[in-house]
């Protein structure tokens, strides 16, 4: 049997920083074997799951059930322990039980998890950043959101743009901003998740001067849509935060370019097609899945010279495996270098099809998308789960939590010569050394 590689190119597998893979709790839009095979089928080699589950990961019990269900994974994960009000008792249990990192959800969303007190974040992050994990942040104040809200369903608004009217992005500044100082104040490292708007990126840019260990994410979906899509295509788009105005999104594209703005997360929300395409934008779930697609569609963008191959592999990989301690990334000299491998065809053209995902939740904004560069093969750690744009079934149960992977012993690479020393910084990453 061989293997041909003639004019592909050869990527570190993606790593992304934000999917809701719904098991335990609502495996009808989601669950653990059908979300890692969107990834694996997508070049992600890496994906961080985040705790809006049920139960949601706020405690070690729950802990547990998710490490069961994640048995079945195709792709190594790192989980998301959660960060409420009431579970200050549970980060160190959590810690020690294995998550990868915390979420903190400052806006409502899906699962009705309430957002935690300032008074709790603090002690929070007090408590976390003495072991080093960071801290992802859903940055949107609940209170004001809600408030907000409510005022335009009680003036009847049901149209797709009200969704977007609910939540101003000059609002999110202040939770990036509070967010910000807490993690001045404790010490603690923090990311920014799903960034819509220009605004955000102001209090991002400032506190990353004032030395504060702060990253941030954007969206394909922020990159590639703007308010023309809430008449294009109704209630699916909607998503927290909102698509926003084209303003929003070259500011958005600026902030890739000029590093304000670390990575490219998909925030990978699947829901029922029943639950997304309701008449009225107020009932339709908020999200979409993403995982899948993240890859073509920016591959896309590199050759459409919207973005350089090396700012891909930066955005999609090396900055998430650095901000979240996978840097050497899993033992390896370098992202990829331990064989977590994207293989791409940049001359392929494919057309996104919502059926032919394999991700449970079917409906996608991205539905019709023409596609030109899409990742063919996908292997973690050496071996294919993905090949020839097929899953490689018997792979379930491949994929590792990364503290795990990283607690394995590494051979010593036997030449580590002055600039390999500098690209890696010595030795270890941040996770596990605290
Ligand atoms: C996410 C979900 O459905 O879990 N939805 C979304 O609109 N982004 C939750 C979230 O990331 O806030
Ligand atoms: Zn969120
Ligand atoms: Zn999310």
Known sequence: ETFDATGLH??????????HYREPGYTHKEDWRTGTAAAAMGG???????????????TVEALRLKQKAAEKA????GLYGLLAEDNLDQLEALIEGGVAAFKCFMGNTFGNLPSPSTGAMLEGFEIIARHGLRISLHAETASIMALRQKKLMEAGRTDPLAHLASRPAVVATEA?????????WTGARIHILHISSGDELRPLRDAKARGVDITGETCPHYLLFDENAYT?????????????EKHHQRALWEGLKDGTIDMIATDHAPHDPEEKTREVIWRADCGFPGVETQMALMLTQVNAGSLSLTDYVRLSSTAPAKAFGL??????????????????????????RAEALHSRGKITPFEGFEVVGVPVHTLVRGRFVMRDRKLIEEATGWGLSVTRVQAMPKPEPRHVDETTAAITGGKSGQAGSS
């Open 74 to 77: 195709y792709v190594d994960f």
């Open 44 to 58: 992600v080699t890496t994906v961080f799951e985040m705790p809006n589950t049920n139960p949601p990961t706020a």
């Open 327 to 352: 840097f050497p990334h899993k033992g390896a000299l370098v992202p990829g270098s331990d064989a977590d491998i994207a293989i791409v065809d940049l001359g392929r053209r494919e057309t996104i």
């Open 10 to 19: 050869l990527l570190p597998g993606a790593i992304d920083a934000h999917v």
């Open 176 to 184: 990036v901003s509070r967010a910000a100082v807490l993690a001045e």
């Open 232 to 244: 294009d295509l109704g209630p699916i788009i909607r998503v927290n935060p909102p698509v926003r």
